[in-house]
């Protein structure tokens, strides 16, 4: 089992940069594919970045490509959500779960395919 914690997060002003941390213990995360999602008060949660097991492939949604990209350090066991040009609308709390249920190539947008979840990070964007 793999233990999930999210550092990172902040208060930043619109068109700054942020760079969120999944770091995980208990299993090596070459064992699971990674996604970030994020939840802003009052609404579901949503998918923001996902990342296959083999790092490989990596899907976004639409609201954060071409600002968004997820990276992995395996050296460190750690996952990273870069976050540029960010806006009012990205405010939210933002999650990394982790699957070891989906194949080498894989990622999932829905939430029900992953497991494993960190706490969550805040981030707050001022306009």
């Known amino acids: 089992q793999v233990q999930l914690v999210e550092s990172g997060g902040g208060l930043v002003q619109a068109g700054d940069s942020l760079r969120l941390s999944c770091a995980a213990s208990g299993r090596t995360l070459n064992n699971y594919a990674m996604g970030w999602f994020r939840q802003a008060p009052g609404k579901e949660r949503e998918f923001v970045a996902g990342?296959?097991?083999?790092?490989?492939?990596?899907n976004y949604a639409i609201s954060v490509k071409g600002r968004f990209t997820t990276s992995k350090d395996n050296a460190q066991n750690t996952v990273y959500l870069q976050m540029n040009r960010l806006k009012p609308e990205d405010t939210a709390v933002y999650y990394c779960?982790?699957?070891?249920?989906?194949?080498?190539?894989?990622?999932?947008?829905?939430?029900?395919?992953?497991?494993?979840w960190g706490q969550g990070t805040q981030v707050t964007v001022s306009s």
């Open positions: 990342m296959s097991r083999s790092g490989s492939s990596t």
């Open positions: 779960a982790a699957t070891s249920r989906l194949a080498y190539v894989s990622t999932s947008r829905d939430r029900a395919a992953y497991d494993y």
